[in-house]
């Protein structure tokens, strides 16, 4: 096992190795139509304490990513390539049973729809009780008095009564509340989060993002925030990846992929936000629709709708760093030194 | 609660009354009972002293409210042809119904469960396929033929089970029951399981729509993503959910299991209510085809009610209005 | 093994109604009463009156019979029997409320009960009445002491349940089964069954299957299909006897205007009743071929008939013999009537009351049609069946009509006798057949209190009818039991099923 | 001025569940019974004027779409009046009533569920213009792929069915239906929460060049403010059933008065607001079935003092076009 | 921005390419056929559904028709000459009918009775659990009582009565099936029409103010279709079974033309005297029918099924 670096080496967190790193992993569906290359070539990486935020629009993979890594890709999809380093343990080729012990326990993920991801016919205790159990030896009782602090720390008022509860009893915004206390269960190293505010009120939102800095910050707990709204990972992440089409184009810290994007695609995504936009003037859009991922076109996949695509872009770009710490796949970036300079 | 069980009971007695005034009228429309119920040797004076004694002189609708007017009092009527109470006739032979159907429910629920349990988990496999396959024959094939089968290979060929009839019974709650003695139970065996037949496909069928439903639900994703083993997975989080439209369809089908055993009873001669109400329409025997199809209503009402309220133990969504 | 020897488990495929011996007049629960119960005259296997309770009879006056009973028989509780319990049987018959069917028609001749001394009864009866012996051996006789008051329900609940009868009451459960033991103070021959298990198996073929499972020990009813199979099982035996009852066409007479259901052939109406032609009848009744019925479709368990009765019964005419099939006769006499091309006419029968009823009706729907009558052949349920033949809506329907008394009396009268309610004849006439000369005959015969005169006057009688087609004879039913091979059944001709008659073939 | 295209006035809806013959017996027995109302909408006035947008913003669950489909006529009102050019819109009759439903459409929140999945684009499109008589047969086939096209759409996709779409085409169609009746006034109803920002721009800007080309009027319906900002002239804001401000839209931005209006505008993320910390209006959503007495905010309003809590503030004009329903403001003056 | 070239110029706002070009229709015959099972049930089936339509010319005999039978071949046992030199290779029932033929026009009725009860008690039912959960209020109270009444009718029961009530005739069987299965379709439907009558594509109608007619029949109906086709190939089945089990009851269909239940129940009679034939190749081709029909609702059911589908 030694021969193969890094693959069940104690994990011995060190400050500067980074929690979490992907290495251009491929997920791909087989479907009948064809495969689906959902994921193809995604690369990034989480440092510890820190928020990745990962933008793109429906479909591009964000959510397959997620659940990658997790190893929780069904039927008919299959990790055909990559690594998903966790701190520096290889997850993709962990066996399933020692995939489980790290799920919910080292790892955990809070999932979009907040009506959708609590077991309906569950009391809330049960869930949270049984995820205590799955992963440390304690009794009954001491697990649902971990269960009670965590529906604390969360920000449920009288968890006590709460934890009788049956889910729907909950609202929206307390739900997805739960689903966090359940990821905060074993105080994980990575949490995956995919949107996991989408479905809910802007003032709901807020409290939920609000709870979940404070806990980045205590706990030092590496997140990876999935959304397509550039305006929370704007308030939230310190780094942000981007994907389209199952890849990601940039990969670079908040303040300057926003500020100054280099992929002509983050430039169009943050260009049709409304509020960088006069009001009543027309938005700045993205011509043009998402393609198939079934047939994508070779070389680089944003090609048909993107102003500056030459000749070249019939060849696959890499993902180089273009500049410090900031990472792009395009031939033609914008907001280069040299453009500039131009 | 309170106004959930009365409405209940309301509409219960607006059914009891038009299936009374249904059953009143057709059983008038097929045919005259004394006609059969008269002994050839009979002449025309005997008839009509017939008509008088069973009261079938009077205008239908006279015949209805006297029977009604005697109904609210308790009573059902006398039969024609045992001269019993309609009812208590009846009452006698439920506990063998009843545990004919509950015991083929059972038998349903123990094969068709695990069966369709597999048959959701592995949709793909090919002992699914075949399980699948196989519990289409479940409602093909023809109840009483099966029935016949049964007895053929059981009973005189292997000689294993006794072939018709119902076993020694043992009296408890003033019923008799027969499942409490082993002879008994093997009496019940091979009815129970020709009645269970349809509500093992049926169960199979349930299960397995229902558990490859549930397996795509996020909530069983987000089991997994807790890092909970698979049999936890699928025994607590799927099983529990799909429990509930099982229950929900095998308890309504319990109306109906005991509606089928009417074919089953005739081909086992098993005492029950089922051979009883085919006997009474026979010979048109009124009160008891009423007395009986009331009765039926009747426990079909409650079954739905119990299952109400079991669907809503099971399933904290549903609540019975006005908590 | 030995001890099972002395019990017998039978399975019948009637329902037993009631213990009551007087509720319901239906030959099961008579069969029932004649095991617990005695009546004062009896008929042997083969319908022949013998005496029961009565030792003998005579006729003392035109309206007056008088009746010597038997000494020193007892009831199950003890009580002694005597004239007066017969007198109080007679009074108890047309009282049981709710009968759906009263036994009191057995009765209804004799205006008053004399009791002479405890032995010796007198039966006054309003006319001369002949038949009044045939109708006594229908009605069990009751203890005046025990059942005083006794309800139906007190006999079946088992708390009344006691005669003078070879068995005595064990256990009821109406729909499922009646346990006897023996009467170990019979004044006949015992039964030899320590104990009866005497239960009800409505499915034929169940029955079949339980005798061949061992389940039971009899079954009564084998169904005709299952004849050929139970004859190769060593595990089983038949016992068959040539029963009473006749299977037969009824015609519709009463609609001279066109019958119901008969049409030309393109479907209009014929705007008369061609079954009012006696041609017509002589050729629907030469049509068929009731040898082919017999051994085809009854496989055996069936004689061609040509009148009411078979030999040896009382009324039984010599020669009368079952029609020869001749379809090219049959058409030349539908062409000599004016119906060349033949017509359209539905054949009804019930199809779940004789031995394969439906069967023949479609058998008999072949062979009309054969000779150029189309026939639609519409089997029902006996239910909704008999109440349509009941209101003459059908022109032509197969019933059967079983005498029980052994006497061509009882189906001429009820057959066909021209429809009258005041003489109470004609009640089964359901075709409404109709001939003032037959009328005379039997009239006649029923005033007869001559067994030689009556018998004549009975054959004349018979041989009107059938020469006028008033019914359209098929067969008479065997009947058939099976048993393990170690059994041997006493058949009756009239269908009853009795533990009694049922013994061990050693024991013979 | 004109007369406005609506005019509601003091319009309610309330959905309750009347109790049957079981439930009068059990009150009459003494059972607690109630029966259950909700006040989705209570007592709203609200005036829209041709060529305006007009946005309508507020939780979930506060009553936005069923304002909306009262004005879209859709769902009638329990209470008040609905006035369409000045006249009641339930009094009209035949083809008057016909033509106020057609002049009023609403494009709604799911691009997909709004969709009738067994549909061809075309007949989706096509079919009310057909039954209403508003082209023929012949020139139908013209006529859709007008429509198709002013929504952005390549005709020659008329013959597919929604599910061959992606959200943008989807919500495109649904426009061009809506477009195909030549309505003046569009209902949209959070009519691009479910896109992407990119299709969602790409939305937006469509509503904006069809409103200068048809001069068509709209109410726009979200709860994102960023796009309201975007868009309206006038911005209503609703709580619980009820307005609590309404006012030109640079007004609200800039001087937001109503404390839940300033509680919501200081949560909307903000592309510019980098690692800011959030907060969160404290408290849930009160339900609609028990609302809070008085003012609905005050159980999680920062300044709620007793008087909050069983009076019911008016609604009154603070500035000129700037309404808000606030006790505050009486205090202040 | 400028560098932009002539051959690498965007395709300005070019609509999309579709996600697939598939009709509806061909999507859904291919998923359907995905399943082997499916596609060897429609396959069978499509051969009975021939066999049973074709059946007046293709039997060798005609076995309705009395003067072509002869009790005298009753009961011959498959393979056997009879007595017109005519082979019977499946055998004969005790009437002498050719069980071939009979089995062929038997299938014609049992499909009759299936398919036949099943379309009009789709109708019906389907009618009026539309109306119930369109119009809701009393109407709908009314009509789903009449369904709970239905409902706890045992079916069997009812069916026996009315056939007792109507007499004996294929359409009277089709009736009572009818009676008897209505209220099935119309729980279903109004299920269904309860969800869908929520959807916005319903408002979108109410909203272009057609016609309510034309909002339930073009509009609802249509989406309520799925579970309805899902109900209806099991209520074939179970009204093919349920018309063999009157048969066995003797209601039913007319003895003189035998369905196939009727064919089971009368040869059912001799089972236990070994002249299986005339109960078993029925009883095989009555299985056969109602697996094909199961198998394809098995498929139906997974296809029409949107959350079983990614
Ligand atoms: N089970 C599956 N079978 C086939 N294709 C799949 C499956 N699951 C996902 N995909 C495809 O993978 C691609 C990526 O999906 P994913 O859910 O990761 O997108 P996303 O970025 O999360 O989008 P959204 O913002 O809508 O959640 C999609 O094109 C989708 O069609
Ligand atoms: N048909 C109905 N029957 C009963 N209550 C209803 C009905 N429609 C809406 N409501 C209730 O009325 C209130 C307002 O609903 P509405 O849909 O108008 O809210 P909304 O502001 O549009 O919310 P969202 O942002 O979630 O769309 C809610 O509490 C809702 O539960
Ligand atoms: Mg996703
Ligand atoms: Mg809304």
Known sequence: MAASPGAVSPVSATASSPTLEVRNLQTHFFTRAGVVKAVDGVSFTVGRGKVMGLVGESGSGKTVTGFSILGLVDEPGRIVGGEILFHGQNLARLKEEEMRQLRGNRIAMIFQDPMMTLNPVLRVDTQMIETVLAHTKVSKEEARQRARDTLGMVGIPSPDERLKSYPHQFSGGMRQRVAIAIALLHRPELIVADEPTTALDVTIQAQILAEVQKLCAQTGTAMIWITHDLTVVAGLADELAVMYAGRVVEHGPVNGTLDKPLHPYTMGLIGSVPSRNKRGEPLRQIPGMTPSLLNLPVGCAFRTRCPKAQDKCQQDPPLGELLPGRRARCFFPYNMPAEAAA | MSVYLLRRLLQSVLVMLAMSVIVFVGVFAIGDPVEILISPDADQMERERAIKALGLDLPLWMQYLSFLGNALRGDLGRSFVFNEPALQLILQRMPATLELALGATIMALIIGLPLGLYAGLKPKSPLSSTIMAGSILGFSLPTFWVGLMLIMVFAVQLGWLPSTGRGPTVEVLGMRWSFLTWDGLRHLAMPALNLALFKISLVIRLTRAGVRETMLMDYVKFARAKGLSPARVTYVHVFKNILIPVVTVVGLELGSTIAFSVVTESVFAWPGMGKLIIDSINVLDRPVIVAYLMMIVLMFITINLLVDLAYSALDPRVRLENK | ?508 | MSTPIIELKGVSKRFSKPLDLAGKLARKLGAPVKDETVHAVDGVDLIVRKGEVVGLVGESGCGKSTLGRMVAGIMPASNGDILWHGKRLDSLQGAEARQAKLQTQMIFQDPYASLNPRMKVADIVGEAPLVHGLTKRSEWDGYVDNQMRRAGLDPSFKRRYPHQFSGGQRQRIGIARALAVQPEFIVCDEAVAALDVSIQAQILNLFMDLRRELDLTYLFISHDLGVVEHLSDRVVIMYLGRVVEEAPAEEVFARANHPYTQALLSEVPRIEARKKSFAGIKGEIPSPLNPPSGCHFHPRCPHAFDRCKVEKPALKEIAPGHKSRCHLNDRAA | MSTTTAQGAPIAAAPAPAPKVEGPWRRFISEFAESKLALLGFIVFTIIALIAIFAPWIAPQNPYDLAQLDIMDGRMEPGTVGGAGFTYWLGTDDQGRDMLSGIMYGLRISLLVGVGSAVIACAVGASLGMLAAYAGGKTDTVIMRLVDLQLSFPSILAALMILAFLGKGVMNVVLALVIVEWAYYARTVRGTALVERRREYIEAAQCLALPTRRVIFRHLLPNCMPPLIVVATMQIARAIALEATLSFLGLGVPITEPSLGLLISNGYEYMLSGKYWISFYPGIALLVTIVSINLMGDQLRDVLNPRLKK
């Open chain 3, 1 to 508: 093994g030995p001890a099972k020897a002395q019990n017998l488990t039978m399975a019948v495929g009637a329902q037993i109604t009631s213990l009551d011996p007087h509720y319901h007049a239906l030959s099961p629960n008579f069969a029932v009463a004649t095991m617990i119960f005695d009546t004062l005259t009896q008929f042997d296997a083969d319908a022949r009156m013998e005496p029961g309770l009565a030792e003998s009879w005579k006729v003392v006056s035109p309206t007056a019979w008088e009746f010597k009973l038997r000494p020193n028989v007892r009831f199950h509780n003890g009580n002694p029997f005597t004239a007066e319990d017969v007198a109080f049987t007679i009074g108890r018959v047309p009282q049981v409320p709710n009968s759906p069917s009263s036994y009191a028609i057995y009765t209804r001749a004799i205006e008053r009960v004399e009791v002479v001394d405890p032995l010796t009864v007198r039966f006054h009866t309003r006319s001369p009445y002949p038949v009044l012996p045939n109708d006594l051996a229908q009605v069990a006789i009751l203890d005046r002491e025990t059942h005083d008051q006794a309800s139906t329900d007190d006999f079946n609940s088992g708390k009344v349940a006691i005669g003078t009868g070879p068995f005595r009451y064990v256990d009821f459960r109406s729909g499922e089964r009646l346990r006897l033991e023996r009467n170990e103070e019979y004044w006949g021959d015992k039964a030899h069954w320590n104990a009866v298990d005497y239960r009800v198996v409505v499915n034929d073929s169940a029955r079949t299957a339980g005798v061949l499972a061992g389940d039971v020990d009899f079954i009564d009813q084998v169904p005709t299909s299952d004849i050929t199979a139970l004859k190769r099982d060593e595990r089983v035996k038949l016992a068959e006897k040539d029963g009473l009852r006749i299977i037969f066409l009824a015609l519709d007479h009463l609609h001279p205007e066109g019958s119901p259901q008969i049409t030309d052939k393109d479907g209009k109406p014929l705007g008369k009743n061609p079954l009012l032609d006696v041609r017509v009848r002589r050729a629907l009744s030469m049509a068929i071929d009731r040898q082919a019925i017999a051994s085809r479709v009854m496989e055996g368990a069936a004689k061609p008939a040509g009148q009411f009765l078979p030999e040896g019964a009382f009324g039984h005419v010599p020669g009368l013999d079952a029609p020869k099939a001749d379809p090219e006769a049959a058409k030349k006499l539908l062409a000599e009537a004016g119906y060349p091309d033949g017509f359209r006419i539905t054949l009804s029968g019930p199809n779940d009351r004789y031995m394969n009823d439906g069967r023949i009706v479609q058998a008999i729907g072949q062979m009309w049609t054969r000779i150029g009558i189309r026939t639609t052949v519409d089997a029902q349920p006996w239910t909704a069946f008999i109440s349509r033949a009941g209101r003459q809506e059908l022109s032509a329907f197969l019933v059967g009509w079983g005498t029980a008394s052994g006497e061509a009396s009882s189906p001429l009268r009820s057959l066909v006798a021209s429809y009258n309610r005041d003489k109470g004849f004609g009640f089964s006439n359901r075709g409404r057949y109709a001939n003032p000369a037959m009328d005379a005959k039997l009239e006649a015969a029923l005033a007869e209190l001559d067994d030689g005169k009556r018998e004549a006057l009975l054959q004349e009688a018979t041989t009107i009818a059938m020469q006028d087609v008033g019914i359209i004879p098929i067969h008479i039913q065997k009947n058939l039991w099976a048993m393990r091979p170690t059994l041997t059944h006493e058949s009756r001709a009239d269908e009853l099923t009795r533990a009694q008659d049922v013994r061990p073939v050693a024991a013979r």
